[in-house]
């Protein structure tokens, strides 16, 4: 969808590790959101981007961080994994206009032991 | 601060009954609202996007509704099929500039 590609898929690391996750897009959009969901909590927003090198925080934001150097790519970056951090890690690109929705990868499952 | 419900959190229904799912949002000032499927494993697929200025949006046998005064909007699937067993998940646009979610209605169709 859109041509998101969210790498790895899966990744089992221990705690206090740097963690990477990447998000690739082939569609030019704009907007590009990492987004974490979870059990009784949903979908919650962690960083997001509004242009190369311009992002902003989201809601859960403590622990992460973000670089978007080119378009086409979100890097979302946990400094020293938690076993809080252990989620489902979803992405999504959007172009900006009100009438066109957000387009999600299929997502990383991350597991902090 | 926005907050988006779904009413109710699971729904199981025989095949080819029509069914209704509800979402409702604390903010009207809102840009658009959208309805999401999610299969298990698998990413959020956009179904029907209605604007603010727009009351209802339709897709093959799915009608969403939109009371932005009420805070309020339905998913309506017609003659439902086991195919149509998904989390669904809405969603609001507004003047924060982000997309709040809310957590999402589990459907099972019974064959």
């Known amino acids: 969808d859109a041509g998101i590609t969210q790498s790895p898929r899966h990744k089992v690391t221990e705690t206090g590790t740097p963690v990477t996750l990447r998000c690739h897009q082939t569609?030019?959009?704009?907007?590009m959101y990492w987004y974490r969901q979870d059990p009784g909590h949903g979908l919650r927003l962690i960083h997001y981007?509004?242009?190369?090198?311009?992002?902003d925080k989201g809601e859960v934001s403590d622990g992460y961080s973000v670089s978007r150097s080119k378009t086409e790519d979100f890097l979302l970056t946990l400094e020293s994994a938690t076993s809080s951090q252990t989620s489902v890690y979803f992405c999504?690109?959007?172009?900006?206009?009100?009438?066109?929705?957000?387009?999600f990868g299929n997502g990383t499952r991350l597991t902090v032991t | 601060k926005q907050e988006v419900t779904q009413i109710p959190a699971a729904l199981s229904v025989p095949e080819g009954e029509n069914l209704v799912l509800n979402c409702s949002f604390t903010?009207?000032?809102?840009?658009?609202l959208q309805w999401f499927r999610q299969d298990p494993g698998k990413g959020l697929t956009s179904l029907l996007l209605?604007?603010?200025?727009?009351r209802e949006q339709t897709s093959g046998r799915l009608n969403a509704s939109l009371d932005k005064s009420s805070g309020r909007s339905t998913l309506y699937i017609a003659a439902s099929q086991p195919g149509d067993s998904a989390t669904y998940l809405c969603?609001?646009?507004?003047?924060?500039?982000?997309?709040?979610f809310g957590q999402g209605t589990t459907l099972q169709v019974k064959p």
């Open positions: 999504a690109t959007w172009t900006g206009h009100n009438n066109s929705p957000l387009h």
């Open positions: 569609e030019n959009h704009r907007y």
């Open positions: 981007s509004y242009g190369v090198k311009d992002t």
């Open positions: 903010d009207s000032a809102i840009y658009n």
């Open positions: 209605i604007q603010s200025s727009q």
């Open positions: 969603a609001v646009y507004g003047n924060t500039g982000k997309l709040i």
